[in-house]
């Protein structure tokens, strides 16, 4: 902010603290010894409603295109910095979610619903990249968000950047989720 006399980033800050959240949720319930169904119903479903915020900022590197400085070098390393976090956490809590699910699914479920999550990841940061919608305007404007879903799904053809942007970025946070794996496994994490 010092260096470039701005504070336009700051909302990365946020974004963080957002991504933050359903980490906090995910370890949480891994953290519970026995939680209860309604415990693990209602921190599901809040985790989900708020996993699209911690990957989402990787999408924060459009704002590059405003920056008219000459140290847009920095720009780009702050942004990059808070991305990597955003899918830091963002791996860790579907590994917390997944290892959760393990307890009390059958394997095949399991990556069933780990693919299932990734998809509908990418697809709620198209839902807040693009048609600008919060994780918590379900609650707000429950019926827009749904109406706006649901000419997505049935009007496919009117839709295809959602499809496509969907389809890139659940292909990207695959092959990160395989990569996350991998390292974790090494090092016994998981």
């Not at 359903?22 to 809040?46: D, E, R």
């Not at 999550?117 to 697809?123: D, M, P, R, S």
């Not at 379900?138 to 009117?158: R, T």
Request: glycine share 4%.
């Amino acid at each position: 902010m010092k260096l470039n006399q701005s504070f336009f980033l700051l909302f990365m800050v946020w974004n963080l603290f957002l991504a933050i959240i359903p980490y906090a949720i995910s370890s949480y319930l891994l953290s519970k010894k026995q939680p209860s169904k309604l415990t693990v119903l209602t921190g599901l479903t809040l985790w989900l409603l708020f996993l699209p915020n911690a990957p989402y900022m990787i999408t924060d590197l459009l704002h590059l295109k405003h920056n008219a400085t000459s140290l847009i070098w920095l720009d780009i390393l702050v942004i990059t910095s808070f991305a990597l976090n955003g899918l830091a956490l963002f791996f860790l809590s579907i590994f917390d979610v997944k290892k959760l699910l393990s307890s009390i699914l059958k394997p095949v479920w399991v990556q069933i619903l780990s693919i299932t999550i990734l998809i509908a990841t990418a697809f709620g940061i198209y839902l807040g990249r693009f048609l600008r919608y919060n994780s918590w305007e379900i609650l707000h404007k429950p019926e827009e968000l749904l109406l706006d879903i649901g000419n997505i799904l049935l009007f496919p053809k009117q839709h295809t950047t959602a499809w496509l942007f969907t389809f890139c970025l659940s292909t990207f946070l695959w092959f990160g989720y395989k990569f996350a794996g991998h390292f974790l496994i090494i090092n016994r994490k998981y």
